[in-house]
Nanobody
């Protein structure tokens, strides 16, 4: 059974950086797509980024492209989201998600596995 556990997050000033990590403690990633969604207060879930575990290829939302980098940590069965040049609009709860199968997915309904979420707050 897949069990996703996020770490990282916190409070940072605008222009700063944070790193999030998502570990899979229940089983191993194989033919999975692993990614991140976020939910700002009063808003819907937004796709942030995802990575295809088999080859490390990535996809990003336009709003984070060039600022966020998603990578895989094969040794620890984890993915790391490096977030740079953060702005207040990035403030949200960030959720790690995963789905079996290598096809790209971009809506929250397509990911059956979710972590508990971690808060990211960017002050102006």
């Amino acid at each position: 059974q897949m069990h996703l556990v996020e770490s990282g997050g916190g409070l940072v000033q605008a222009g700063g950086s944070l790193s999030l990590s998502c570990a899979n403690t229940g089983c191993t990633f194989s033919d999975h797509v692993v990614g991140w969604f976020r939910q700002a207060p009063g808003k819907d879930y937004d796709f942030v980024a995802s990575i295809r575990w088999s080859d490390g290829s990535t996809r990003y939302a336009d709003s984070v492209k060039g600022r966020f980098t998603l990578s895989r940590d094969s040794a620890n069965h984890a993915v790391d989201l490096q977030m740079n040049s953060l702005n207040p609009e990035d403030t949200a709860v960030y959720y790690c998600v995963a789905v079996y199968g290598s096809a790209w997915r971009f809506t929250r309904y397509e990911f059956p596995y979710w972590g508990q979420g971690t808060q990211v707050t960017v002050s102006s």
